[in-house]
């Protein structure tokens, strides 16, 4: 067990602090403090003793150095259960510090505001605070350290019920959570100085995050799960009702918002596994959703629902006729948020700004490391197509193969999805033939009684062979636009000319493993 006897306190996070540190006084601690710190406990009547007075040396350069002392790391570092160590210290007039109250200048916070300058980035480097923190957690047998406020009940009551002592195992667990906050810290540093050097993948990277919460399980019921949201970044994922959230969920609801972001105003995705089973936009959120289910409406039962636009009444009945996981949208209405209420395992996820809230970076791991891209948001415009065909495509079809090309992105590889100008009508998904997903999207649009014929077609990569074109043709297709760049495009072209065929390249790929 550790007895307390002295604190050292010093934060930036004053959450609590007169309170635990009354208790400590009464409780015969000595405290030790800095700054705003010892200006908070001593206008609130604690017992405190400046770190200049206790080290003999004043705090100078602003600040700057105050508690980077021997008398301090000596009382920190000091091994009291080694003679050597209780020599030394005696030797040199250090006396242990066996609590340590310290959390660290707001650097993220700072660097967060928008007019932030680098002089003050600079200045909220916590130094002092940092090396503090780990030599007392470095030395946890003999000294408690506490970062967080949300630790300070427990550690009264603890003290409390072992008359001024603090386990070893507690103090252990207050270390261990002291390393992840000074390495979150440093990481957030060397992030905020590799970005202002617009460096985007430096040599050695670092990442932040913070726990948001527990999920339901992983992919399986058997596996645990949680999600983190990094420390730059304010996730938006907060439910507003509906059950906890598993894995699965938080993938597919990433996708359809996703899809539906890029999509233009009231378009709707509804994505199960992680890829669309229907996509479309309209005039009204309901016009939307109602194209998008029809492509598919086996699937889309059970789906999760991405709206890129305002939740009204009627959208909201009619999502409700039949089982979904979840809706993420910019917002909802008060009557939507009425009648989603009676069907509460409904997740409801708002996000304001859907266009405005996309990560750049596509994190993905590895058993043995990690894989960063940027995210695919790169968009085509129709003058950038190069038209490859005899027929000529008109403002329609152009606009036709533009939607049926920021569709068919979002997609698992191979991906073919047949579309008319605002809604998808076939999605042949993930299969290791082109060809194959070329005849699965017309099955699946045959198969709920939607007819492809005089569609667009979307390719995420190019047609190896003729076979797909063929294919397309056969179901009586319309155009095509794919990135083009194969060996056998002629063979391509040449066929698609043969069935009198539109056929546009981006010189574009979106493959999506």
């Not at 930036?12 to 010892?38: P, Q």
Request: aromatic letters at 8%; charged letters at 25%; glycine letters at 8%.
């Amino acid at each position: 067990m550790i007895q307390i006897k002295r604190a050292l306190v010093s934060v930036s996070d004053k959450t609590g602090i007169t309170e635990i540190c009354s208790f400590l006084a009464k409780n015969g601690v000595e405290i030790l403090s800095t700054g705003g710190t010892y200006d908070a406990l001593s206008k609130a009547g604690i017992p405190v003793k400046k770190v200049d007075e206790f080290t003999g040396f004043p705090e100078i350069l602003h600040g700057r150095v105050k508690t980077l002392h021997p008398k301090i790391h000596g009382g920190l570092l000091g091994d009291t259960t080694n003679p050597d160590h209780v020599k030394q210290m005696e030797t040199n007039g250090i006396v242990p510090i066996s609590l340590v109250i310290v959390n660290l200048y707001p650097f993220v916070k700072t660097v967060m505001k928008p007019d932030v300058t680098l002089e003050d980035a600079i200045e909220n480097i916590d130094i002092g605070g940092p090396s503090m923190l780990r030599s007392a957690a470095k030395n946890h047998k003999n000294v408690v350290v506490l970062t967080d406020p949300k630790d300070y009940e427990s550690f009264q009551k603890e003290f409390t019920t072992n008359s001024g002592k603090i386990s070893r195992e507690t103090a252990f667990g207050y270390a261990a959570k002291v390393f992840s906050e000074t390495a979150s810290y440093d990481s957030a540093i060397s992030t905020y100085f590799n970005k202002r050097l617009g460096i985007k993948y430096p040599d050695k990277i670092t990442f932040a995050f913070n726990k948001k919460q527990k999920l339901r399980y992983g992919e399986n019921p058997h596996q645990d799960a949680a999600f983190y949201e990094p420390l730059f970044l304010k996730s938006q994922f907060e439910a507003l009702q509906g059950k906890e959230l598993s894995f699965n969920n938080m993938l597919d609801f990433d996708a359809a918002f996703h899809v539906a972001s890029l999509l233009p105003k009231n378009a709707v995705s509804i994505v199960k596994h992680l890829n669309p089973c229907g996509i479309a936009f309209g005039e009204t959120v309901l016009e939307s959703f109602e194209l998008a289910r029809k492509t598919d409406p086996i699937s889309a039962f059970g789906g999760i629902i991405g709206i890129h636009g305002r939740v009204e009444k009627e959208a909201a009945e009619e999502i409700t006729k039949n089982f979904v996981e979840g809706v993420i949208a910019e917002s909802f209405s008060n009557e939507a948020l009425e009648i989603f209420s009676k069907k509460p395992n409904i997740r409801l996820i708002p996000i304001a700004k859907f266009d405005e809230a996309l990560d750049e970076l596509d994190l993905r791991s590895l058993h043995h490391g990690l894989l960063i891209q940027n995210r695919d948001y790169d968009l085509i415009t129709k003058d950038k197509l190069k038209i490859v065909s005899k027929k000529q495509p008109t403002e329609d079809d152009l606009e036709g193969l533009m939607f049926a090309w920021n569709c068919v992105k979002f997609i698992k590889s191979n991906a073919i999805v047949y579309t008319d100008q605002n809604s998808t009508l076939g999605i042949g998904a993930g299969q290791m033939s082109r060809v194959d997903s070329v005849e699965l999207g017309a099955m699946k649009a045959q198969k709920v009684g939607l007819s492809v014929v005089g569609s667009y077609v979307g390719s995420d990569a190019f047609f190896p062979f003729r076979d797909g074109i063929d294919a397309i043709a056969k179901v009586g297709a319309k155009a095509i636009i794919q990135p083009g760049g194969s060996i056998r495009d002629e063979e391509v072209i040449q066929a698609a000319d043969e069935h009198g065929l539109i056929m546009v390249f981006t010189g574009m790929r979106h493959f999506r493993h």
